[in-house]
């Protein structure tokens, strides 16, 4: 499978010719997703390599800043933790140059967040224990990330355990309330969530079709584009996606 950058789009790359061991990673950590938080103070930040082994750990000051390193060149996985935070997960692409994460790129969210999805998506969430992964999908549309023109309604999202087992995710309906399970796409706003997943490395698949939604795209509708997020999960925690992107 190929892996495009996952979570928050953390693409950290770039060209050389001597490869570091290391680089240097900062950013600012918020208490809500699209940059529309508050700087999120003594937050514990921790990042593994590729092979999910702890790198470095720091901790966000008063403006919610952190420096850390991170091995250079290979996946990488941030763990968030905060107090009155549930545990937020986000992974990408090291490259071998230092770099600054754009505020808003990493965020934590409350505790209450789980059950508050639970809530959201009905019977679909079963008890609701379990890591949770969840966003809404988005087309890039330049100049268009933030506006509804960007949701994608057409797509379907399904996460793979370590075992390669699915888990299919749960849906809205078109004014925000739980998808019938004949409505097992993203419809109008664009969201889902996966339930009960279990701590270790897991893959998020986002398909849709982009010939499927009226429109003459020049594509048979029989053909489906997938793209592919990594997730690393620990008990209970929470994978967000604002949001999973998609291409045209």
Not at 88 to 107: M, Q
């Amino acid at each position: 499978m190929n892996f495009p950058v996952a979570f928050a789009l953390l693409a950290l790359t770039g060209t050389g010719c001597a490869e570091p061991r290391s680089i240097l990673l900062g950013g600012v950590v918020l208490d809500a997703p699209r940059g529309e938080g508050q700087p999120a103070p003594g937050v514990e930040v921790t990042v593994l390599d590729a092979d999910l082994a702890p790198y470095d750990q720091a901790t966000t000051d008063e403006a919610g800043a952190f420096e850390l390193r991170v091995a250079a060149a290979q996946d990488m996985f941030l763990e968030l933790r905060g107090e009155g935070k549930v545990t937020t997960l986000f992974a990408g692409e090291a490259g071998i140059f230092d770099l600054g994460l754009a505020e808003g790129a990493l965020y934590v969210l409350s505790e209450a967040r789980p059950a508050e999805l639970a809530a959201t998506f009905g019977a679909c969430a079963g008890d609701g224990t379990g890591g949770i992964a969840e966003g809404e999908v988005r087309a890039y549309l330049p100049g268009e990330e933030d506006s509804e023109v960007s949701l994608v309604g057409n797509a379907w999202v399904v996460v793979y355990d370590e075992d390669n087992d699915p888990i299919e995710a749960c849906y809205l309906d078109e004014e925000g309330a739980p998808a019938p399970e004949d409505q097992g796409m993203t419809n109008a706003t664009g969201r889902f969530a996966v339930f009960g997943l279990a701590p270790g490395p897991h893959v998020l698949e986002v398909s849709y079709n982009p010939g499927a939604g009226g429109e003459d795209t020049g594509m048979d509708p029989a053909d489906t584009l997938s793209w592919f997020y990594k997730v690393n999960m620990v008990e209970g925690g929470l994978a967000p996606f604002y949001p999973a992107w998609v291409e045209f």
